[in-house]
């Protein structure tokens, strides 16, 4: 009695299976305001392509440490004050202001140039941007091959802030760009200064138009330049239409 009949081995003993931990923000997946994490992303790109400082998606998202995000994690990517239009767009009813964080480095004041910057040209938001170096164009803006302008030049030659704005970007963790300076002038540009040889501002600051950021180098580049980009809700756009003629 109670014996297992010949030829038919006892029935495996069956183990829980654990539970698969959702991935954080899992149910915000898809939603406006939200991005889920891909392969290959990182912290810093991710704020570069959504217009914001990564600093501020460390605070929305309480994330612990910023090197740390995984593939499927979902991500806020707008302040948590933004509404969703009706159309799906994300609309920030923050006024379009720059304002540095309490401990920001105050900004130096940047020699007077010898000669009047070129009058700068506007645009749909009243920002006016000037040129960000003096030296010729050697590369236009390609949606798909070149997010922005390249600009010749020397090595230590001044890079200059495009309009006024603040530093939510200064060092080397994007690949690509060398050492990098990104400027948040409102809540809908951004404008990218990369290949640099020294960066002289730090995160948080505020710049003034026409201050010398940086100086120009060959940082993760095949020659000296300037690669500067405009962004627009952090999508590139063509910075050629919203500088002046030179």
Known sequence: MGRTPPGNPPAPLLEPVPAVKPLLGAENAGKPGFYTVQRGDTLNRIALDNGQSWRDLV??????????????QVLRVSPPEAVVSASG???????????????????KTAPTPSTAPPASAG????????????GHLIAGFDEVKNKGLDIAGQSGD????????????????????????????????????????????????????GQKIAEMGDSDADRVKLHFEVRRQGKPVDPAKLLPTR
């Open 59 to 72: 605070r929305w998202n309480n994330l612990p440490n910023a090197d740390l995000i995984e593939v499927g």
């Open 89 to 107: 767009v994300v609309v920030n009813p923050i006024p379009a202001t720059v304002s540095a964080s309490p401990n920001a480095v105050p900004a």
């Open 123 to 134: 645009n749909d938001n009243g920002l006016n941007f000037i040129w960000p170096a003096n």
């Open 158 to 209: 001044p890079v200059i802030a495009a309009a006024d704005g603040q530093v939510v970007y200064a060092g080397s963790g994007l690949r690509g760009y060398g050492n990098l300076i990104i400027l948040k002038h409102d809540n809908t540009f951004l404008t990218a200064y990369a290949h640099n040889k020294n960066l002289l501002v730090k995160e948080d600051q505020k710049v003034r138009k």
